[in-house]
């Protein structure tokens, strides 16, 4: 088995772990870009296992398509909340306004960040165990 797409599970558990350390902190918009980075490594190693090279783009739509479009059944990674978590990778870095992103996100929906992120790499590592 090539090794480079467990390097890339691996760094998405290692960014999701960051993503707690910085929301158990008060760091929440960089909770939720962690998070978000957890979920695009996760899938974009689903690709590489599957002998692709993936797109470059941080939309997790596009890369779950991908999957889609390479055979994986994706039924499951639909029903998560992916845009919202696409939409982070952005809004939790650059001030749109006058807002830092720093003021923009709540503990509930860095939790969601964080929850969808892990689910992502859940249901991956299952599939990889298949």
Request: glycine share 4%.
């Amino acid at each position: 088995m090539n090794a480079r797409p467990n390097a890339w599970l691996s760094q998405a558990e290692n960014d999701l772990g960051l993503a707690r350390l910085a929301c158990d902190n008060g760091y929440l918009a960089q909770a939720c870009f962690f998070a978000s980075q957890a979920a695009e490594k996760a899938l974009k190693s689903a690709l590489l296992e599957l002998g692709q090279e993936p797109p470059h783009t941080h939309v997790l739509t596009d890369l779950t398509a991908a999957l889609a479009a390479s055979g994986l059944d994706v039924t499951e990674l639909e029903r998560l909340p992916l845009r919202r978590l696409s939409r982070m990778a952005v809004t939790s870095r650059y001030p749109m306004d006058a807002t830092p992103p720093s003021a923009l996100f709540d503990r509930d929906e860095t939790d969601q960040a964080l929850d969808t992120a892990a689910a992502v790499i859940r249901l991956l590592r299952a599939c990889d165990q298949s």
